[in-house]
């Protein structure tokens, strides 16, 4: 049945669930030889004639083709012909790398929930060199732990090495079980090993589908241990796991007690991840609102903004300094405008609100819903605003 699914992958040229299948397939047929229920001559033959048809395939595959994009059989050839880890990760080594200095530099609350593909471009800017492109951390426990910190890493742990335990009683059982929950243990481990290289669970129907697959592993004669009548579940269990929880609470927000500690990676707040010009620089959408701490020994700000809304709506800017309203101003469509505030002092926020805003996605086919309202475009000669 699997095979049926290859048209799909090579139209769809995902990688991950050629891996998931393949891990699903060899997890199950090792089960099934550990059960006796399949010969071991008999699998090692079909392995083998899997491997020569790989082999006969080989030369059919396309000779060219991007590692990034296409169908999966254009992909995998050009991945194999590159001879790169770092080309066929696509990036990973760098979300990964920019997911432990997270960890490193805060291990207790990370950088928020859904924040890394926002706070990737600034922080790995800051610590090796400038990136045009963010996404999630690229594996299941660094996005955990980058977004939520290691006490979060534990808790999720906790509730899922359980679980895959059970998948691998399941999937290696040596008795006869029921085919359903044999298979849901092969492919819950197929999705454990390809988490490891992918942020596929934070999609809403991959996360259903893992969580169907999870408990159908728990259908009836899936273990072989029948539960014993007298086993009694510790007392103070649900104790524990609630005042876990409290805790994990408070050390995520323990670092947010100081309104400086918003500013403490960048002086902005509310702008998104630096995008390139076509005349050359950068820019950074702004949404509804944006802020700016002053940093010390700074006395003015001067900044550079642009309309590029897709219609021909202008946009109004209204400008305030720690709540106190400044001279606002309109900006025309296409156009670009100056603000420069002078007499400023160290640990004064600036508070940028703009109307109206637009949303990408409304207007053009594609993935992108944020409310952008403005560019702020970096000074000459500087890598971000």
């Known amino acids: ?24 397939g060899a997890v199950t047929l090792a089960g099934l030889v550990r059960a006796r229920v399949v010969p071991l001559r008999r699998a090692g033959l079909g392995v083998a004639a899997v491997l020569l048809l790989a082999l006969a395939v080989w030369p059919l595959l396309p000779k060219k083709g991007n590692v990034g994009a296409g169908g999966l059989a254009a992909r995998l050839a050009a991945a194999a012909r590159t001879g790169s880890i770092e080309a066929v990760a696509t990036n990973r080594l760098l979300f990964w790398r920019g997911a432990y200095d997270v960890i490193l530099e805060e291990p207790l609350s990370g950088c928020g929930l859904g924040g890394f593909p926002y706070e990737f471009p600034v922080r790995f800017g800051r610590e090796h060199h ?55 243990g092969a492919a819950l481990i197929g999705f454990a090993i390809a988490s490891m290289t992918g942020s596929h669970l934070r999609f809403p129907e991959i996360a259903c589908l893992a969580a169907a697959v999870a408990a159908l592993v728990l259908v009836p004669g899936s273990s072989e241990a029948k539960r014993d009548p007298d086993f009694v579940p510790p007392r103070y269990a649900g104790a524990v796991l609630v005042a876990a929880g409290v805790v994990a609470s408070l050390l995520v927000v323990l670092p947010t007690r100081a309104p400086e500690e918003a500013f403490r990676i960048e002086p902005w707040q509310g702008l998104y991840r630096p ?75 600036v508070r940028l609100s703009a109307q109206p805003t637009f949303v990408p996605a409304e207007r053009a086919a594609g993935r992108d819903d944020r409310a952008l309202a403005l560019m702020v475009l970096a000074p000459p000669g500087s890598r971000r605003p």
């Open 1 to 24: 049945m699997g095979f049926l699914l290859l048209p799909v992958l090579q139209i769809s040229g995902s990688r991950t669930g050629l891996l998931i299948l393949g891990i699903a």
């Open 130 to 184: 400038p990136v045009r492109f963010t996404d999630n951390a690229t594996n299941a426990l660094l996005d955990v732990a980058s977004e939520c910190g290691l006490p979060a890493l534990v808790l999720a742990l906790a509730a899922a090495i359980p679980i895959l335990v059970g998948a691998f009683d399941a999937a290696f059982s040596r008795t006869r079980i029921a085919v359903v929950p044999r298979l849901a």
């Open 275 to 349: 995008e390139p010009l076509e005349s050359g620089g950068f820019f950074r959408w702004m949404g509804p609102a944006a802020l700016r701490r002053i940093r010390p020994g700074e006395t003015s700000l001067a900044l550079r903004l642009r309309n590029g809304r897709p219609d021909d709506l202008p946009v109004t800017l209204a400008v305030e300094v720690d709540g106190a309203p400044r001279r606002g101003l309109v900006v025309e469509r296409g156009s670009d405008a100056a603000i420069d505030l002078e007499g400023l002092s160290a640990g004064q926020i």
